[in-house]
């Protein structure tokens, strides 16, 4: 009865393991660069004006005490005049952000006659509309990282000394300090994601930055820093229309989480939990214990909502949630900001950035997805890291964009990492995605274990650091030599480290005779996925068996080219019936050979 009881027991933890964890590829999809306006909002930088918030009169409307400002605002029917940087004084040495103010209007008038009728009244020093962009060595026993079939493993990662970034050799000397804060700037973050909050989120706390000065849930501002119960980081995005249904798009609150699946993607490139058993490795998310108990001791991520999805599926941020999250950012602790997203000089964004990194921030931004050579906003800027994307082979990514604004390059094609997948919201995925927003995250990360090994270091010196130790590629991009920045990022070498020649590689990308992987997730109750590889092309069968050593069903029979080759099995039988509960037998017959593994279906 005992054995019994355990047994039961058992299947029911597998059962929730395999739950909590799947698996997803995100086909890319090109975006379009055109840049849109919030129609009934703009943001004014006023010259000189007192108070930190001016409130609504009682029919209605705002009214500044300046006469010129009072008579626009009825005119235009003004609604709400509210701080861009809430808290903002004026400090030298400093950008200062005290004047800037959102306002919104419900006049019928066009949004270019209204920002023209305050940038000529003489107590307005700028008027902006607010634009909408585009989102664009120690080895881990991280489950992608041990070498799955492409596209599931971390090729970017690797340590081959050929076309990666040699992380392990960087782990080596420095896998990320605690101290180190990178802010991701995005939709969201999954933040109690197992590979990200840690396995028992949030009694411990992974690597997501917690502010400690912060009392969850007593509805104080315990740190006096103008937000409440911002405990993890903070959502800005508010007043949002025409959202995706089931994202809060309509009050900025302390909730940053993830609707799309953007934001944690690039957060777990930068800083999931590495060596933890499970998922993914974080360019800079330490080094744990080798069990999924792991505690997070890799850089913290400071997780800042400024983007949504639109009905449309695509993602969005606006530039005065952006300025407002650089703003927080740089007075909160960040030391690296990342930035997977179009951008432009609006809404006080220019002014925000010149302030993070006044503050000492390090901005990491991606080149985008055009494959074209015009430069966005913060592309322009020489004081900002841009990251154009390639693939496994050191190419240009086909949809990169590129230029002598350029400044790096990573890995951007096929990049696994964590998400959340707002159909089917309850477990934890990992999804396969590309674009310069993924070549981004990698660059935040290296940008982080340099601060953590360089403590004393300033924006210019990761910079620098971080451009004068690239591997070279033009010769492998003779088209676009030059405008692929200094070359791929080398982690290794900018921790000071020399990697490793390629004979003397600790980790061959590929094995040199055929190969069967361990399906994944496993235990598993939807479907599993069977990675194999072959060295040469061959005549492949791919048959399941129950414990009995009946046939269930056959995945594959015919011929395959060499390479890497991957099949999903959702657990039914020749017939389509779903087969019980149980262990099975999947086993592979190459010209080569044969090689067999076991899994397990729970229902």
């Known amino acids: 009865m005992k054995q019994l009881l355990l047994l039961l027991l058992l299947t029911l933890l597998l059962s929730l393991t395999a739950a909590a964890e799947k698996q997803i590829y995100v086909p890319f999809e090109e975006t379009s660069d055109e840049v849109l306006y919030v129609p009934d909002q703009f943001v004014v930088k006023f010259r000189s004006i007192t108070g930190n918030h001016i409130p609504l009169a009682a029919k209605g409307e705002v009214m500044t005490g300046i006469p010129s400002i009072d008579q626009l605002s009825r005119r235009y029917g003004v609604v709400g005049i509210e701080e861009e940087f809430p808290g903002a004084v004026a400090e030298p040495g400093y950008p200062d952000l005290t004047g800037y103010r959102i306002i919104t209007y419900r006049g019928a008038q066009p949004l270019e006659e209204v920002i023209s009728a ?150 777990g490139i930068v800083g999931a939990l590495t060596n933890n058993a499970i998922g993914v490795a974080g360019t800079a998310g330490g080094w744990g214990n080798g069990t999924s108990t792991s505690v997070g001791n890799g850089v913290k991520i400071m997780c800042l909502r400024i983007g949504w999805t639109a009905t449309s599926g695509m993602g969005y941020v606006r530039m005065d949630f952006a300025a407002q999250a650089f703003y927080y950012a740089a007075n909160n602790g960040a030391h690296v900001a990342s930035c997977s997203w179009g951008s432009s000089n609006t809404s006080g964004l220019g002014a925000a950035v010149d302030y993070a990194i006044a503050r000492g921030v390090t901005v990491v931004h991606a080149a985008g997805n055009s494959n074209n050579s015009t430069a966005d906003y913060l592309g322009t800027r020489t004081d900002v890291l841009n990251v154009a994307a390639t693939d496994k082979n050191d190419l240009k990514a086909s949809f990169s964009s590129y230029g002598t604004w350029v400044d790096v390059s990573a890995a951007g094609v096929d990049i696994v990492s964590t998400y959340h997948y707002s159909a089917d919201p309850t477990p934890d995925y990992f999804a396969v995605m590309s674009g310069t927003s993924m070549a981004t995250p990698y660059v935040a990360g290296l940008a982080g274990l340099v601060k953590s090994q360089y403590p004393s270091y300033g924006w210019a010196d990761v910079y620098n650091r971080i451009k004068t130790t690239t591997d070279n590629i033009d010769a492998l991009n003779p088209s676009y030599a030059g405008l692929l920045g200094t070359g791929r990022i080398n982690a290794c070498r900018a921790l000071g480290g020399t990697p490793a020649p390629k004979e003397t590689s600790e980790m061959p990308l590929l094995p040199a005779e055929f190969h069967l992987y361990q399906n994944y997730p496993n235990p598993f109750n939807l479907g599993t996925t069977i990675s194999f590889y072959l060295p040469e092309k061959s005549k492949v069968n791919i048959t399941i068996y129950n414990i009995l050593g009946a046939t269930v069903r056959t995945l594959i029979a015919d011929e395959l080219e060499a390479g890497s080759h991957a099949i999903t099995w959702d657990g039914t039988n020749a017939g389509g019936e779903v087969v019980a509960t149980g262990t099975y037998i999947y086993r592979m017959t190459t010209d080569n050979g044969a090689m067999s593994r076991k899994m397990t279906l729970l229902k």
């Open 118 to 267: 305050y940038a000529a009244d003489p107590n307005v020093e700028s008027a902006e509309p607010i634009a909408m962009h585009p989102v664009y060595d120690l080895v881990p026993n991280d489950y992608y990282f041990a070498g799955q079939a492409d596209p599931w493993n971390q090729y970017g990662l690797s340590n081959a000394a050929d076309h990666d970034m040699d992380a392990p050799c960087a782990w080596g000397i420095n896998p990320g300090s605690t101290n180190t804060v990178v802010a991701v700037l995005d939709g969201g973050v999954r933040y109690y994601h197992k590979d990200l909050g840690g396995a028992s989120w949030p009694t411990t706390s992974g690597n997501i930055w917690k502010n400690l000065d912060e009392i969850n849930g007593n509805v104080i501002d315990d740190d006096g820093n103008g937000f409440v119960d911002d405990w993890i980081g903070w959502d800005f995005v508010t007043g949002v229309t025409r959202c995706k249904k089931g994202e809060d798009c309509t009050t900025a609150d302390n909730d940053p989480r993830d609707f799309g699946g953007h934001g944690t993607h690039c957060a």
